[in-house]
């Protein structure tokens, strides 16, 4: 039987934080704030406020599509602070008309030519995670009503290479779904953002998102070897290929274009052998400073750590993994070829030479299964009676077993949190490092003053989700009491404060968050005007109609 999704919340209905969870966090935060959030009602999708549909598409799609209140309910939003907070008050007045479940290419070519003749706007769901509004489209001027389309039924691992080491997948397969299909043979694609069990391979591609690795292999982008898109104006299919210099790289121009300009049907990517060996310790720092010339090191030092994620004392005590007011660097290594102790001693060097005081490290070597051999590139989908992998805990330190199980339930709990009215959300840049500290401090001192204007108050907390050679990648998360009925207008100051001292200190609006309709503002400040002129002839070409998702990434076609 099938989990429930939340129509309004994150994930799972059966995974939702109870009544006294809720208590409990409140009086937490009633330490923090001086007052104790109450929690609120769940909403009910009998009161939810829905538009009734707008058009009725022929007969050979409606048996893909639907208009059941509960479908259109949960896709009308991605799962950002507004979207949780719209759905926990009922308001669904951007719901779609119609969702469909297309399960070949032909249904999208002929979705295409319905909505361009009836001027119906084209959204694409993913995994329906967007926390940028890049799912979201209240139909209005030239369009009549929107059709959202759900890949998730387009979810097979499609073939095989076991010579080269990669796979091709289909768009709407979801992170368990792939774990899944891909066990059979020993491979896994080791890509894990926060969202791994509900977004799909084609949302990931569209948004560039970021996964497991906090060096080396950052990005989606790392592992896509083709790609596969279907446009209004025909299908964009790139060359499988390790890499050339022909031309402007093709799928660099997929990589990231957030459904604007076509469908992510399928894609080639890189996958590995699972991981035998493991390891993983913690630094504390009672220096933030130090702690992050640490991470700088050990991101110039050729070792590539899987994990190098910082936690500045406020984020550490947030998620339990230190109450001592320290910084907390969590190390992490693993391959599937060799030992990893030499890496993890040097690493651990450099952490404690720089007056960190490091954990004993905890090492791990699974058992090897042996993998049937099969044919160098299988064209039938793998076995699917194996159990999924979500991300182990198991092999890590206790400090990063902590982090990691909050990492994953964070989602949870900012839907608690908007039942108990509080205001929380988070974002993320990246910068050069000669530029962090200063960034820092700008972006903490913004969004300090805009909580205390907007809300009487807060806390402001930073990680490191990646580094780099030349940057840091900080994310942060803010969390402030509001007032019922104005938490949206209290958020909506916090974040533009945010983003304003992001640009301001030379950073990027979002470093995996993509762009959506929430950051183009900021985006279009950032971008090169002519760059803006080049992906709207692309658009031009590749979407003449301006059918699909209006307003992302791009303004709508008037």
């Known amino acids: 039987m099938s989990r429930a999704r939340s129509y309004w919340g994150w994930g799972y209905e059966d995974k939702f934080l109870g009544d006294a969870a809720r208590k409990a966090i409140g009086a937490r935060l009633g330490a923090v704030f001086g007052m104790t959030p109450e929690a609120r009602a769940l909403p009910s999708l009998e009161a939810a406020r829905l538009l009734e549909p707008r058009y009725s598409p022929p007969v050979e799609l409606r048996g893909i599509g639907t208009t059941d209140r509960r479908e259109r309910a949960l896709h009308t939003y991605g799962r950002g602070y507004r979207d949780l907070v719209r759905g926990f008050t009922g308001d669904f007045s951007a719901a779609p008309d119609w969702v469909f479940h297309p399960t070949e290419e032909q249904h999208i070519t002929a979705l295409f030519r319905f909505c361009e003749k009836e001027s119906i706007a084209f959204i694409p769901y993913g995994g329906g995670t967007s926390v ?144 035998r060996w493991r390891a993983s310790a913690s630094v504390h720092f009672a220096r933030f400073e130090d702690a992050v010339i640490a991470s700088r090191i050990l991101s110039q030092s050729g070792l590539f750590p899987s994990n190098c994620r910082l936690l500045d004392p406020g984020e550490a005590m947030l998620h339990e993994v230190a109450t001592d007011g320290t910084s907390v660097l969590l190390i992490a290594f693993e391959s599937a070829d060799h030992p990893v102790e030499p890496w993890m001693e040097r ?166 968050h993509a762009v959506g309709r929430l950051h183009r503002p900021w985006w279009e400040q950032e971008r090169s005007p002519l760059f803006e002129l080049a992906l709207s002839a692309a658009k031009d070409k590749l979407d003449p109609s301006g059918i699909l998702n209006p307003g992302c990434l791009l303004p709508s076609k008037a």
Request: hydrophobic share 35%; with cysteine.
């Open 132 to 275: 940028v509004s890049g799912t979201e489209f209240a139909a209005g001027g030239r369009f009549r009503g929107t059709a959202c389309v759900d890949l998730t039924r387009m979810d097979k691992v499609l073939q095989v290479d076991m010579t080269s080491r990669s796979a091709r997948i289909q768009g709407g397969a979801s992170g368990p779904r792939i774990s899944e299909q891909l066990n059979p043979y020993g491979l896994s694609l080791r890509h894990f953002p926060q969202s791994y069990e509900l977004s799909t391979l084609g949302g990931w591609i569209a948004t560039r998102a970021g996964g497991h690795y906090a060096t080396l292999y950052t990005h989606i982008d790392d592992f896509v070897e083709s790609v596969r898109m279907v446009t209004p104006s025909g299908v964009l299919e790139t060359r499988r290929l390790p890499a050339s210099g022909a031309g402007p790289s093709p799928e660099r121009f997929v990589l990231g274009s957030e459904g604007a300009f076509g469908i992510i049907t399928e894609a080639w990517v890189r996958v590995q052998t699972r991981p």
């Open 347 to 512: 690493a651990l060097s450099i952490a404690t030479d720089l007056g960190g005081d490091g954990d004993e490290p905890k090492y791990t070597t699974d058992v090897v299964h042996s993998v049937a051999p099969r044919a160098s590139s299988i064209p039938v989908p793998p076995p699917t009676s194996s159990t999924s992998r979500p991300p182990s805990i198991d092999h890590d330190a206790n400090d990063a077993a902590t982090w990691k199980q909050s990492f994953l339930d964070a989602p949870y709990l900012q839907t608690a949190l908007v039942t108990m009215g509080v205001v929380c959300d988070t974002f993320e840049t990246a910068c050069t490092w000669d530029r962090f500290t200063a960034l820092h401090e700008a972006v903490t001192k913004a969004v300090d003053a805009a909580m205390k204007e907007a809300c009487g108050g807060g806390m402001i907390t930073c990680r490191f989700t990646h580094v780099y050679p030349d940057g840091p990648a900080p994310y942060y998360t803010f969390i402030a009491p509001g007032r019922p009925g104005a938490e949206l207008d209290q958020w909506a100051k916090i974040k533009a404060a945010a983003s304003e001292a992001i640009l301001a200190s030379g950073g990027t609006i979002t470093h995996h």
